[in-house]
């Protein structure tokens, strides 16, 4: 559903954390691939994050060999080619994260959906796609083949009710794979900070010696190197944004962003970014796309209704730059003061 924007900054791992102690520790960040992108863990030595971070390259590579649509042996591909044909059998872990992503289709109405993928092959965001704008006709047929109530899960295994529908996990599944992954680390660590960052989707672990958790930077969307604020990361807290300027199409002369609402077959226009932070990287990770989609209003409303614990922020796609925190944000944000068109 959509590639992670790397809105947001490890502020204490880079050294530049917002009033920091003269003590601040040395913090190593070692990187790693998976999921078409770069993976990171951030420790306190160099044993640690070396370890650490092959380890989370192992679990990685396993849940995207669960969940890529483009490796032809995954759960995923395999339910893909399947589609119209019946149910294929698939693992725990990959039936776990389906029902999932079901539950959150099914609060939200559709504006988050598992089955997005034949919208995503239009518009060109997951192959080569059109060199021009799909015409009405041929979005409406796209959505005929779109509808997570169309996605078949029974004790034999899943499938796709329709021959051409076609999975995409790509707005949760990397927080899974985080979620794993910090999991594991939780249990080697002992009490030992670090934060584990797949394309943008990060979770914390402890404080830092100094007693300060952990800080992370919102960069502003139409400009990247500039960091518009600042929040703090609880321990075992998580965050992820979803944007609209990395990954795009142009199509006779005019962008269009690479997240999809499902509802319409259009992508999604209005939104700069929405941040999340929330209780498990999945929950940020689906949440953001989510939010993105609906926008701030029908977003907050769907928050209230639904009883999600998210702190959010959401940047309109317009200029100048405003930053819309909700309750819970407000309580964790730092706003850059010196730009009071910010506030």
Not at 49 to 56: G, H
Not at 88 to 111: K, N
Not at 118 to 137: I, T, Y
Not at 157 to 184: N, Q
Request: charged share 25%; hydrophobic share 40%; net charge neutral.
């Amino acid at each position: 559903m959509k590639r992670r924007f790397f809105f947001v900054w490890i502020l204490s791992a880079v050294g530049l954390m917002t009033g920091c102690l003269p003590s601040r520790p040395r913090l190593v960040v070692r990187e790693y691939p998976g999921m078409g992108t770069l993976g990171s863990v951030t420790a306190l030595s160099d044993e640690e994050a070396f370890s650490w971070a092959a380890r989370c390259a192992q679990i990685t590579r396993e849940w995207e060999e669960r969940l890529s649509v483009f490796l032809p042996n995954s759960d995923l591909a395999r339910i893909n080619a399947a589609a119209g044909k019946g149910v294929v059998a698939i693992s725990p872990e990959t039936r776990w994260v389906l029902e999932h992503a079901i539950r959150l289709a099914r609060e939200s109405g559709g504006a988050f959906d598992p089955t997005v993928g034949p919208l995503m092959d239009l518009w060109g965001f997951r192959r080569q796609g059109l060199a021009r704008k799909p015409m009405l006709d041929e979005i409406a047929a796209s959505r005929e083949r779109v509808g997570y109530h169309k996605l078949v899960i029974s004790t034999e295994g899943c499938g796709l009710e329709r021959e051409g529908m076609a999975l995409d996990l790509g707005g949760i599944g990397k927080g899974v794979a985080v979620d794993r992954c910090w999991e594991e680390l939780r249990r080697e660590a002992k009490g030992r900070p670090f934060l584990v960052n797949l394309g943008g989707n990060i979770r914390a672990s402890g404080r830092l010696p100094t007693g300060r958790e952990w800080s992370i930077g919102i960069r502003d969307p139409f400009d990247p190197g500039r960091i518009v604020a600042t929040i703090s990361l609880e321990d075992g807290k998580a965050v992820a944004t979803s944007g609209h300027y990395e990954r795009f199409v142009v199509l006779d002369g005019e962008r269009w962003a690479h997240i999809m609402d499902p509802r319409t077959g259009m992508p999604v226009r209005g939104m700069a970014s929405v941040t999340v932070v929330a209780d498990s990287a999945e929950d940020a990770d689906g949440l953001s796309t989510t939010l993105f989609v609906m926008g701030r209003e029908e977003g907050e409303a769907f928050l209230r209704q639904t009883g999600r614990n998210a702190a959010v922020l959401y940047i309109p796609d317009q200029k100048p730059l405003h930053l819309f925190p909700n309750a819970s944000m407000k309580k964790i944000i730092k706003i850059d003061s010196r730009d009071p068109s910010l506030l």
